[in-house]
């Protein structure tokens, strides 16, 4: 019998600068839509091809 979410469930995006795919957090529950990179070091690093 199913109970709460099986964490596989959760969505799921590609983090495009250490091209790893990373789940939903709690923390990102009022925000998952604007998550872009899977922690606060990728996101300070540029994707690679981006030269601005
Ligand atoms: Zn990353």
Known sequence: M???VAKRDL???TCPVCQRP???RK???RDW???VYC???C???RPAGTDS
């Open 2 to 4: 199913p109970r709460g």
């Open 11 to 13: 969505p799921t995006k």
């Open 22 to 24: 990373f789940a939903w």
């Open 27 to 29: 923390k990102w529950e």
């Open 33 to 35: 839509a604007n998550v």
């Open 39 to 41: 922690s606060d070091r």
């Open 43 to 45: 996101r300070r690093t």
